[in-house]
């Protein structure tokens, strides 16, 4: 069930109702504390995936930028960026693990 305002959109899950929006809360007798840190471990690893593509992001337009103005990055800018990238992809297959794990855990395979 799906009920809209302007100002926060609002949704049964399992019994339970959740405010999303600012100052977003969770109610509900059904949502125990371990599947509330679920949620927010969930939840802080997609803020860290967005992080990273927004980092992602930035360092292809920089490059884009640089190279559109007739500019060669030097090698050494380029290892560091192969570094950065490597980094994020790490990250980004943790946070995915992470969210698979989680997705498991309440049978939603």
Same mark, same amino acid.
């Given at each position: 069930?799906?009920?809209?305002?302007?100002?926060?959109?609002?949704? %049964?899950?399992?019994?339970? %109702?959740?405010?999303?929006?600012?100052?977003a809360k969770v109610w509900g007798p059904r949502v125990? %504390?371990?599947?509330?840190?679920?949620?927010?471990?969930?939840?802080?690893?997609?803020?860290?995936?967005?992080?990273?593509?927004?980092?992602?992001?930035?360092?292809?337009?920089?490059?884009?930028?640089?190279?559109?103005?007739?500019?060669?990055?030097? =090698?050494?800018?380029?290892?560091t960026t192969v570094d950065q990238a490597e980094r994020?992809?790490?990250?980004?297959?943790?946070? =995915?693990?992470e969210v698979e794990r989680v997705l498991a855990s309440?049978?939603?395979?």
């Amino acid at each position: 069930m799906e009920t809209r305002t302007k100002r926060f959109e609002v949704r %049964r899950f399992e019994g339970a %109702r959740v405010r999303a929006g600012a100052g977003a809360k969770v109610w509900g007798p059904r949502v125990t %504390r371990q599947e509330r840190q679920q949620f927010l471990k969930v939840l802080q690893a997609h803020a860290q995936t967005v992080a990273i593509a927004e980092a992602c992001a930035s360092t292809t337009r920089d490059l884009a930028a640089e190279v559109a103005r007739g500019g060669t990055p030097g =090698r050494d800018d380029l290892m560091t960026t192969v570094d950065q990238a490597e980094r994020a992809l790490a990250d980004l297959a943790a946070v =995915r693990e992470e969210v698979e794990r989680v997705l498991a855990s309440l049978g939603a395979t």
